[in-house]
């Protein structure tokens, strides 16, 4: 499979968005374009991280409860302080928080998203669904060195 460039919007809020198809190896696709978007909006440390994790959670719901041929994945800052993870796929059915057991291999997804996210949201479309979730960036204290384009001050 040939791997594209991911599109940025054209207009309106800035965000990256690529549809892959609904295979396990898209998880680690989408992980890397998350991970490459936050550093490109100069966004680090813990904050990327949780993303990472998110994107990951909500990408593998997609892949193995959909049962879609594709999915959707999209990264937009709407706000300096606020980045949205959102996954579309075709499947009405809405994600299910369940209560995993301690023996249980899988099951915590959506328990971990909702501790990492200030918000998770479903949105129900006409064609199916789009999972978001929130995360606050952390506004950083404006250096008072301004480098220019030749390095120099």
Known sequence: MTMTTPRAHATGVPGYSETWPSEPETAGRARKLVK???HTWNIDGEV???AVLITSELVTNSIV???C???RLSVT???RDLVQI???DKSRTEPEHRDAGPEEESGRGLM???ALAGNLGVELRSFGKTVTAELEVPCRRASSTVVGPT???
């Open 36 to 38: 490459t978007v936050l």
């Open 48 to 50: 990327v991280d949780d």
């Open 65 to 67: 409860h959909s049962k």
């Open 69 to 71: 041929r594709l999915l």
């Open 77 to 79: 800052r709407p706000r």
């Open 86 to 88: 959102s996954v579309t």
């Open 112 to 114: 971990l998203v909702r």
């Open 151 to 153: 390095g120099g001050k």
